[in-house]
């Protein structure tokens, strides 16, 4: 009998050597690709960020084990042929806006989307409105992510948000921001987007929320 | 080399051999809703018991930045630095991410300013240099540009010396350029504060300019953060940082740096740190 306590504690204490291995003989023993990663690994991640809004945990520990839960979704995924936790959530598409290099928290928030089930497409930092538009569009995301660290970004949040809302995907994709120049009043009044996070941790509920997955 | 800012009555003098001037950081809404909402409100209180504060706690330099999303910035750093200029004597570190504010702020200030900041983005270059040449004022150059933050110390180094070599295009000399090496948080990368400290080693010894560092960065994500902050503003010290933009008011904070200044020689039969540690006790 493989040991899914064992594979979930694993993750929580972020062993990536081990994971691998764990994952492997679930699946030796006939468990489904899916049934290892969404009855049990992605239990392990909520754990994890329940953790970490607690303050069990901390930022270093909540990545080794978001790695860890990667290196256990690395011996899944030719199998599924997907990415990420098999991206069952569907598509967000993250990106730093325009004028703001800044890529830690918005990495962050990726490495936690991936390791709780929604496959992201990183479009990396400096991203103009329309690569967001035609990058959604392309990948047919349900979901747009912005991370802004800069006040001076305040006015491509705007555009940003306000270019997918008019263009075709209107009404088809959700759109999240944070980063630390960001208030949840400037977000949803001003740039009218549909949600604000504070964290990664929020990041992924909000993402949950707005996609209706509770 | 020695970088002077000044007020209308107050002149500040950044170097190797002065102790480390704490440049206090309180004045910035980022993270602090109090703030931002007076702020938002044009209510300047807050903003006069915060120099204060600072002042008295040993903050040489007073940043102020007023950054809240949609306010008018350029308006509303004219308020602060009024605000904070009517209750300190300490010179400003005027500090935004929107040249008009830059400008505005410079406008209405009396004396010599250091801005914050530049970097080597060439819109950067372009906005901000000419403003602090214009004004005569000393800046703040953190080493990161079009590429990105760089997480080593080569291309630091070069971000640094790049903008040294424009800022004295537009005739702004090496020592009214304080570089900002910029420390990274070793929450999420674990040797980030090592390459800070090589990076301040290697400006301070290739370039000879002041520096300074945002201290509280490092720590992000961490417990015990007072903690951390504390060992790497004096690790910072011994590197070449001269001046600190950290929080003055935490005393772990102060005391590391007048420790720091008291082991680099810098403070004579140690009055500073005997100084600041009397006020302290007799205080409590």
Known sequence: MADLIALQEAIIKGKRNDVPGLVQAALDEGMSPQTIINEHMILAMKEVGQRFEQKKIFVPEMMIAARAMQAGLEVIKPLIGQGGAGGGLGTVVMGTVFGDLHDIGKNLVILMLESSGFKVVNLGENVPAAKFVEAAREHQAKLVGLSSLLTTGDPYVKATVAALKESDLSGKVKVMCGGAALTPRFVLEECQADGYAPDAVAAVRLAKDLLGFA | ?284
Do not use: H
């Not at chain 2, 931002?36 to 007073?62: I, K, N, S, T, W």
């Open chain 2, 1 to 284: 080399m020695q970088t002077v800012i000044w007020s209308e009555k107050k002149r500040v003098v950044i170097g190797p051999d002065q102790p480390v001037v704490i440049i206090g950081e309180r004045i910035n809404p980022t993270g602090r809703r109090r703030l931002a909402a007076a702020l938002e409100a044009g209510d300047m209180a807050l903003v006069r018991d915060e120099a204060l504060r600072q002042v008295r706690a040993g903050a040489q330099v007073l940043d102020v930045n007023v950054g809240v999303s949609g306010i008018d910035e350029p308006a509303t750093l004219i308020l602060a630095v009024k605000a904070v200029s009517q209750v300190t004597e300490a010179p400003l570190c005027l500090d935004s991410a929107s040249p008009k504010a830059l400008e505005a702020a410079l406008g209405a200030y009396t004396g010599k300013a250091l801005v914050n900041s530049v970097n080597g983005e060439e819109a950067k270059l372009k906005e901000v240099l000419p403003l602090v040449a214009r004004y005569k004022a000393a800046v703040v150059a953190l080493t990161m540009d079009d590429q990105g933050i760089p997480r080593d110390v080569p291309t630091r180094l070069a971000i640094a010396e790049r903008i040294l070599n424009e800022a004295a295009k537009l005739g702004i000399p090496a020592e009214d350029v304080v570089v900002d090496p910029l420390a990274m948080s070793v929450a999420a990368d674990d040797q980030a504060g090592l390459a800070a400290l090589q990076a301040l080693r290697a400006i301070r010894d290739g370039l000879g300019v002041n520096q300074t560092v945002g201290a509280s960065n490092v720590s992000f994500g961490l417990p015990d953060r007072t903690a951390v902050n504390a060992v790497f503003l004096s690790m910072a010290a011994l590197c070449g940082c001269t001046c600190p933009i950290t929080d003055p008011t935490v005393w772990e904070l102060r005391r590391a740096l007048l420790v720091a200044d008291l082991m680099l020689g810098r403070d004579e039969f140690a009055m500073q740190f005997i100084g600041a540690f009397r006020e302290r006790s007799e205080q409590a």
